[in-house]
């Protein structure tokens, strides 16, 4: 079965709208300081841990320094539906490291049914954009990654070859826990893991990829126009894509 971008954000979105009671936020201070093995944040003077009661142990100065503005944004009451950073940092603490084969494979699942392998038949407009944009990616993911893919046109699914798609599980499995958890939280938010690469290897934003990810809505609200509910899920998602910017940056620094 196909991914599509609105599949991966369904996925995504599950859960958003259920009435949850806020935590208060119960700290004053937050730092970042050294601590074995990387850099941690500081509530209060006391390790930031995941919900699994983890010591959160980041990999770089630059990502825990992100963690902990997100920490110190927050007012009377804990927003973690805005802390991207964290909820990606306590998912490759306390979850990846114990799945990471199964984490690579979602990877490839991804690729197996990549949103940029599938354009559209019409109108011809739409198609001449898709061919534009997504092959300029698809042809730097053959060049510099050994990424070759079959294109097709529709929504009938595509076998793709195995060399190609054992070589995104290789990736995957190439970067450490918290690279791979921002993979596979790119490929989930693009429906795309080719687009997930792309961000993570700095050939493009991932505003661009986000924008690459849904040049069908787009261009379907060009002719229609657009409504408040889907403008306010584009402005959701598009706030996560740059977080996960950040996340790639801060690994990087």
Do not use: C
């Not at 979105?13 to 093995?37: A, I, L, M, S």
């Not at 595509?158 to 995957?172: D, H, K, N």
């Not at 493009?204 to 403008?231: H, K, M, N, P």
């Amino acid at each position: 079965m196909r991914h599509t971008g609105a599949d991966a954000r369904t996925t995504l979105q599950k859960g958003f709208h259920e009435p949850v009671e806020k935590p208060k936020r119960f700290y004053k201070t937050v730092e970042t300081t050294p601590v074995d093995g990387g850099f941690g944040v500081l509530l209060d003077g006391r390790n930031l841990r995941t919900p699994g009661g983890v010591r959160l142990v980041l990999p770089t100065a630059a990502l825990a320094e992100e963690i902990a503005g997100e920490w110190r944004a927050q007012g009377e009451t804990i927003e973690m539906a805005d802390m991207h950073a964290t909820r990606l940092a306590n998912t490759a603490t306390g979850a990846v490291p114990n799945s990471r084969e199964a984490t690579a494979g979602q990877v490839m699942d991804y690729a197996a049914s990549d949103l940029l392998l599938y354009f559209a038949e019409e109108p011809q407009a739409l198609v001449e954009r898709q061919t534009e944009q997504w092959g300029a990616v698809l042809l730097r993911a053959e060049e510099e990654a050994r990424l070759s893919f079959v294109r097709a046109a529709g929504i009938i699914h595509q076998r793709q070859p195995e060399e190609s798609l054992e070589r995104v599980r290789q990736i995957a499995l190439g970067l450490d826990d918290f690279g791979l958890a921002g993979l596979a939280f790119g490929a989930a938010l693009f429906g795309s893991s080719i687009l997930a690469i792309a961000v993570q290897r700095s050939w493009i934003t991932a505003e661009q990829a986000f924008e690459l990810s849904r040049l069908d809505e787009a261009f379907q609200q060009e002719q229609w126009g657009v409504d408040a509910e889907a403008a306010e899920r584009t402005d959701r998602l598009r706030s996560e894509a740059a977080a996960l910017e950040r996340w790639f940056k801060a690994l990087r620094t």
